[in-house]
């Protein structure tokens, strides 16, 4: 195991992918908020201010993690890689938890550092305009935290998609369609079925607000804990029925 955890390392490294995502987060970030917090006059910074992005870009991330977490693993069929995995190590579950743990790890960090720059540059902006901003939206550490979590759920799922469909552009296309376009108008159309899609049920782990009353919802929540257990019985069916069936593909 500790030889594969190497290899996942290795292959993180090597290859662009990792790099480029990273990138890609840096720019849907930082870029954008760079441009309001010197742009804007200084009483819109006082008064709304960027107060908000660095909850709308700990949204934006996962997305990209989940994309992230799809290349991963369609990479390693597109190029064979997979084939010399499989093996060293014939027990393909294996390989599987491992590049579950490490993307999950990854996703996580990422997601910390991202969180952490743009927090730094609302207030290295705010002292550099002379005004005084609220990078923290509002939001406590906790919802940070859990945040955070999705980030690594969310690229774990993106992992686990990607061992079960394979076809790299496909998957990425379909993922994205499903989470941003078709899961929001089943909300809207069947509320009661739409809270149970995967991608409503990650945001319901991070959700800054769970009223007890379920004024101004669409659908009753599920508890944090139970989306919390949900999302991961997702990532597990997934990963389960990818292992299931690569045990009954060739691979080469």
Known sequence: MTGLVRAELLKLRSTRTALGLFIVILVITLVPL??????????????????????????????????????????????GTITYSYLVTPRRWQVMVVKLTVYAVVGILTMIVAVALVYLVIKLGGAVRGVRIDASGGSTLADYARQIVVAGLTTTFGVGLGALLRAQVITVAATLIWALAVENIVVLIKPAVGRWL??????????????????????????????FALSLAYIAVVSVAAVFISLRRDVT
């Open 34 to 79: 760079g441009i309001l917090v010197f742009a804007l006059p200084k009483d819109l910074l006082e008064e709304a201010g960027v107060s908000g992005f660095l909850a709308t870009a700990s949204s934006l991330v996962p997305l990209v993690l989940l994309v992230f977490g799809i290349l991963g693993m369609t990479n390693e069929y597109r190029h």
């Open 198 to 227: 995967p991608f409503i049920v990650f945001d319901q782990v991070s959700a800054t607000q769970l009223p007890d009353d379920g004024a101004g919802m669409l659908f009753e929540q599920f508890t944090r804990p139970q989306a």
